[in-house]
T-cell receptor, first 117, second 114 residues
Framework: AQKITQTQPGMFVQEKEAVTLDCTYD???????LFWYKQPSSGEMIFLIY??????QNATEGRYSLNFQKARKSANLVISASQLGDSAMYFC??????????????FGSGTRLQVQP | DGGITQSPKYLFRKEGQNVTLSCEQN?????MYWYRQDPGQGLRLIYY???????QKGDIAEGYSVSREKKESFPLTVTSAQKNPTAFYLC?????????????FGPGTRLTVL
């Protein structure tokens, strides 16, 4: 069975500084996808970044980058130059194994990030 | 503007009532999903549909039902058999290309049982 672990229930960061949110995963499927979503207080899940298991380079999207360490089974999210609007819950997720046919997402428990002025 | 809409944003239900949550997408995505989120937790899969007129149970389907008569629409009914329906419900649709396989979410419906 797949599992996503986020060990940081909450994080604080000063505005304009960088912050790393941790995510480790467990799967026996050689092909998988890893995702990060942001959930502000409004509740909507906003897609941030995607990393495929066969991608050679770490994914980047603007101020977001994914530090993908396959051997360690980690997929940490790095947010550079934090902004007050980055305050939200952040979820790491993995696309389910191919043989399930569902292609649904398995989510971690989330990390609440608070950016301080 | 392409996207996923869910309605209503807030829904109150009396015990014993069935209620239906709407999910519509104009992204032309084939696959759609319903997830449930309880406070302080991640999302759990209720039902999914890979194509029109076909849907499958997820991990916590008991007390829920769905239909998929149109590509754009995937409504979720919370029946009186669902013992603890108070939660936040999120609908998603899936974009699959040669480079990515990503789910995009609607704004959610918060259901409260009175």
């Amino acid at each position: 069975a797949q599992k996503i672990t986020q060990t940081q229930p909450g994080m604080f960061v000063q505005e304009k500084e960088a912050v790393t949110l941790d995510c480790t995963y467990d799967t026996s499927d050689p092909s998988y996808g890893l995702f990060w979503y942001k959930q502000p207080s409004s509740g909507e899940m906003i897609f941030l970044i995607y990393q495929g298991s066969y991608d050679q380079q770490n994914a980047t999207e603007g101020r977001y980058s994914l530090n993908f360490q396959k051997a360690r089974k980690s997929a940490n999210l790095v947010i550079s130059a934090s902004q007050l609007g980055d305050s939200a819950m952040y979820f790491c997720a993995m696309r389910e194994a191919t043989e399930t046919g569902r292609r649904a997402l398995t989510f971690g428990s989330g990390t609440r990030l608070q950016v301080q002025p | 503007d392409g996207g996923i809409t869910q309605s209503p944003k807030y829904l109150f239900r009396k015990e014993g009532q069935n209620v239906t949550l709407s999910c519509e997408q104009n992204l032309n995505h084939d696959a759609m999903y319903w997830y449930r989120q309880d406070p302080g937790q991640g999302l759990r899969l209720i039902y999914y549909s890979q194509i029109v007129n076909d849907f499958q149970k997820g991990d916590i389907a008991e007390g829920y039902s769905v239909s998929r008569e149109k590509k754009e629409s995937f409504p979720l009914t919370v029946t009186s058999a669902q013992k603890n329906p108070t939660a936040f419900y999120l609908c998603a649709s899936r974009l699959r290309t040669g480079l990515t396989d990503t789910q995009y979410f609607g704004p959610g419906t918060r259901l409260t049982v009175l």
